[in-house]
Structure formats: C-alpha cells, structure tokens
C-alpha cells in the first residue's frame, strides 16, 4: 500500500485524496480537510520539469458554511 501524499497547503498537511482520472502528467487530488484540490504531477512529467512541485493547489472549493449549510 502507498502512502497518500500530503496536502501542500502551509495551514493543512492533511493526507490527500488522489481521484481516477490519471493521464501522463498526473492525477487531480482533494484535500478532505481544507477543500483544496490541485495536480499530483507524476514522476514521469516531474523528470522532464524539475522545476515543479510534486502536488500543486489549484484552487478550493466553496465551504459550506459560506453557501449558508451547516
């Protein structure tokens, strides 16, 4: 079993959720605890751009509490 990489995130570093829809350059992944979610690059993609970060926050998703849910 492998271990889930954490969120990049400097408040969070929660494991991340890595979703199915792979593709050369990598995998989307979500973060249960902070609602960011981004790209896990994989290590053939890193290989050829070592300037990247292996997980990258591309945004968050609304919390409920600000759409008016408990």
Not at 18 to 32: F, Q, S
Not at 42 to 53: C, D, G, R
């Amino acid at each position: 079993m492998t271990t889930r990489p954490a969120c990049p995130a400097p408040d969070c570093g929660a494991p991340v959720d890595l979703l199915d829809d792979a593709n050369a350059a990598g995998r989307t992944w979500n973060c249960p605890i902070c609602a960011r979610w981004g790209v896990a690059w994989s290590q053939a993609y890193l290989a050829n751009q070592p300037f990247e970060e292996p997980l990258v926050v591309l945004g968050r998703r609304p919390c409920r509490r600000t759409m008016g849910e408990p």
